[in-house]
């Protein structure tokens, strides 16, 4: 027992490492992009770029984990990692910044499959969702202080923030080649299957087709959304409020948190009160709105309070989207859940590539798309979650 929570702990602390090296990105990215005086496109490019490898490679990365085992993966995820936030660091050209973006989302997508795969080779069926709350807490830890590190540190120095989570992903992968045991046996190795990356692809389309299309459509919205708002935010606070990097530092912390308490306090009461079907209405119609509260605000205090209740509104979307594809899935939950995260990454790459481009027409205009897509997906839902329609004809 002792072993086995040493190596939660263990992949605990990898994984919030990565996680905490594309939380210190958050608030400066914009600064960088700034810093070579690229433009808003450029940024969205920036940012999609990760989310598009992740996509790309997740697959990849997961069958050779099937085949060669657990622990060289991890490694391989960290070291690369710390090197591509090192390479961060160094940039003297905007062509750095993409090559080193690139790399951070290859070998962040190493990471993340195979420490759920460690887990799911590693623990009973009694303690898989223990051991599964393992990646939810190192990704809450990463958000939402990755973007408080990143700014604070960044204020004094663009490059220092990615020398120190560089250090710390470093130091990740020297404690799983040391510490951290195998935990896939080299007879299952041997009955790996190997992964068609564009069956994925495939399978996106076949899903797009089927009953559960509603909820995808919903995840890529949902993630769009919060991409949207992430990926400009550092442009918007600079250009509008001129706003160093310590200030959006703070309100991506607050942003993170908010999510991270309303995940963890009011998402389960609230879907057993009302059910998912009424919070998602509820929500998509609150992001919405919130979208366009953000163009109110006039100073620190009221953009950090208008993002703040986007984030409310947004949090307990991903948990009840995510809620109803296992359950109207019945069968084959794995292959549906996996979809459904496909369906994410995507808004993760669309919604950056969409606000780069409208912000560099206007300022407001992504947050305007935002809002307008948000009250698209209410109006989807009203039509598709009606009693009277079943998930089948949806």
Request: hydrophobic share 55%.
């Amino acid at each position: 027992m002792q072993s086995y929570k040493r190596n939660l702990i263990l992949l605990y602390f990898t994984l919030a490492v990565i996680l905490l090296g594309f939380g210190v990105l958050i608030p400066l990215e914009a600064f960088l992009v700034e810093k070579f005086g690229a433009s808003g496109q450029a940024l969205g490019a920036l940012l999609a770029l990760h989310a598009l490898c992740q996509l790309l490679f997740s697959p990849i990365w997961g069958s050779i984990s099937d085949s060669v085992g657990r622990k060289p993966i991890l490694m391989i995820g960290a070291i690369g990692n710390a090197a591509a936030l090192v390479m961060f660091g160094l940039s003297t050209q905007l062509w750095m910044l993409f090559v080193a973006r690139a790399l951070s989302g290859t070998f962040a997508a190493a990471t993340m499959p195979t420490a759920l795969a460690y887990i799911g080779d590693s623990t009973s069926e009694e303690n898989r969702g223990g051991g599964m709350g393992v990646i939810g807490a190192a990704f809450g830890t990463g958000m939402v202080l990755g973007p408080g590190i990143g700014g604070w540190l960044g204020a004094r120095s663009l490059s220092m923030p990615f020398y120190v989570t560089g250090a710390l992903s470093f130091l990740a992968a020297l404690l799983v080649f040391f510490i951290l045991p195998e935990s896939l046996p080299k007879k299952e190795r041997e009955k790996a299957v190997k992964v068609d990356v564009a069956s994925r692809f495939t399978g996106m389309w076949t899903g797009l087709k089927g009953p559960l299309a509603v909820f995808f459509l919903l995840s890529w919205m949902v993630s769009f959304g919060l991409s949207n708002l992430e990926g400009i935010m550092g442009l918007f606070a600079l250009e509008r409020f001129g706003f160093g990097p310590s200030q959006v530092g703070v309100i991506m912390v607050a942003v993170g948190t908010s999510i991270a308490l309303v995940q963890m306090v009011l998402t389960g009461p609230t879907t057993r009160r009302w059910g998912e079907r009424t919070v998602i209405k509820v929500t998509l119609l609150g992001s919405s709105i919130s979208f366009l509260i953000i163009l109110l605000a006039y100073n620190f205090i009221t953009l950090l309070l208008t993002t703040g209740l986007f984030a409310l509104t947004n949090a307990m979307l991903r948990p009840s989207i995510s809620s109803l594809v296992s359950k109207e899935a019945k069968i084959d939950q794995g292959l549906a859940l996996g979809l459904n995260s496909a369906f994410m990454s995507l808004g993760r790459f669309t919604g950056p590539l969409l606000a780069g481009f409208l912000i560099d027409i206007h300022l407001n205009l992504p947050y305007i798309a935002g809002s307008v897509i948000m009250f698209l997906g209410f109006l989807y839902v009203l039509y598709n979650f009606r009693p009277q329609r079943s998930l089948s004809k949806a």
